[in-house]
């Protein structure tokens, strides 16, 4: 059963930091990019980032660049999402989802295809 649980989400204040956790399982983790994306109030669901599990390479949003950082952990098929400085627009649903495919330097940094979608983790930013 292929299974992707974000964690991580709460209640920060602005300034702050937070990391979120993207556990995976069911699926080979090397064969797919990780992205991350939000869903803030009243709007539409996003991309923010991709990484490329076979070599790490990561994409970044150009809102969240600088100060969002995806990284892996291939041993335990888990991806992370660092986001320091908060922002309270930062505030919204946080999902992870994976798209097959070995993209290398270029994984897909965009809102649609998912292969695997993941359920979300409440970020609340208050200012």
């Known amino acids: 059963e292929v299974q992707l649980q974000a964690s991580g989400g709460g209640l920060a204040q602005a300034g702050g930091s937070l990391r979120l956790v993207c556990a995976t399982s069911?699926?080979?983790?090397?064969?797919?990019?990780i992205h991350w994306f939000r869903q803030a109030p009243g709007k539409q669901r996003e991309v923010v980032s991709c990484i490329s599990t076979s070599d790490g390479s990561t994409r970044y949003e150009d809102s969240v660049k600088g100060r969002f950082t995806i990284s892996s952990d291939n041993a335990k098929n888990t991806v992370y999402l660092q986001i320091n400085s908060l922002k309270p627009e930062d505030t919204g649903v946080y999902y992870c989802?994976?798209?097959?495919?070995?993209?290398?330097?270029?994984?897909?940094?965009?809102?649609?295809?998912?292969?695997?979608w993941g359920k979300g983790t409440q970020v609340t930013v208050s200012s």
């Open positions: 989802a994976a798209l097959y495919g070995r993209y290398g330097d270029n994984c897909p940094l965009r809102n649609y295809g998912m292969t695997f």
């Open positions: 069911g699926f080979f983790f090397e064969d797919y990019a």
